[in-house]
Nanobody, 125 residues
Framework: QVQLVESGGGLVQAGDSLRLSCVVS????????LGWFRQAPGKEREFVAA????????SHADSVKGRFTISRDNAKNTVYLQMNSLEAEDTAIYYC??????????????????WGRGTQVTVSS
């Protein structure tokens, strides 16, 4: 079993920054590919970013490229999502997810085996 706990969400204004964190326990952290997804009100959950086991390879959705950055600290069992220049359209619940068997970061939700409960990010315009 793998447990993921997100934190760092909140209410901010457009143009502000936030950093989300996700602490992973229950399995060797460095063996997991990790991803961030989000679900806005009335919409389906969508891919935001993913990162390889070593942190050397990452992938970001087009909608967040240049504004969001995923990173990980294997010594702290933590994956981060740095979000800059936030927009009202970024308002959503943000979820952290772990892929325990993949070999590269993927945007496909079904590839991820474990999910956190999410953290709310609200951006006021």
């Amino acid at each position: 079993q793998v447990q993921l706990v997100e934190s760092g969400g909140g209410l901010v204004q457009a143009g502000d920054s936030l950093r989300l964190s996700c602490v992973v326990s229950g399995r060797t952290f460095s063996k997991c590919i990790l991803g961030w997804f989000r679900q806005a009100p009335g919409k389906e959950r969508e891919f935001v970013a993913a990162i390889s086991r070593s942190g050397g390879i990452s992938s970001h959705a087009d909608s967040v490229k240049g504004r969001f950055t995923i990173s990980r600290d294997n010594a702290k069992n933590t994956v981060y999502l740095q979000m800059n220049s936030l927009e009202a359209e970024d308002t959503a619940i943000y979820y952290c997810a772990a892929d325990i068997s993949g070999v590269e970061p993927r945007a496909v939700q079904s590839r991820y085996d474990y999910w956190g409960r999410g953290t709310q990010v609200t951006v006021s315009s």
